[in-house]
C-alpha cells in the first residue's frame, strides 16, 4: 500500500510543481493529504506514530520533494 501511494498519490499531487512554485501554504496541504492517507492505511490516531511511520516508510515532505525537483531543473 505504500508503494501504491508513492508510485501513484505523489507524482498526482506533485504534478506541475515544477511549473510554478507552491506557496508555503499549499505545500502543507499537500503534505496534510498525505498525513490523512497514513492514518487511514494504518489506523493510527496520534501525531508521533504518524510520524514513525514517515520515517520508518521513507516518505519525505512535499516541500523536500519539490524542492529536489526546482534544484534538478535548475
Same mark, same amino acid.
Request: neutral net charge; aromatic residues 18%.
Given at each position: 500500500m @505504500?508503494? #501504491?501511494l508513492k508510485s501513484y498519490r505523489l507524482p498526482f499531487l #506533485? +504534478? *506541475?510543481s515544477e511549473a510554478v512554485l507552491p506557496s508555503p501554504r499549499n505545500l502543507q496541504t499537500l503534505d496534510? =493529504? /498525505?498525513?490523512? *492517507?497514513v492514518f487511514?492505511? $494504518?489506523c493510527v490516531g496520534s501525531?508521533? =506514530?504518524t510520524l514513525? /511511520?514517515?520515517c520508518r $516508510? +521513507? #516518505?519525505p515532505s512535499i516541500c523536500s520533494f @519539490?524542492?529536489?525537483k526546482t534544484f534538478e531543473i535548475y
Open positions: @505504500v508503494h #501504491l #506533485l +504534478y *506541475a496534510n =493529504c /498525505i498525513n490523512r *492517507a487511514n492505511l $494504518f501525531s508521533d =506514530c514513525t /511511520i514517515w $516508510f +521513507y #516518505l @519539490v524542492e529536489k
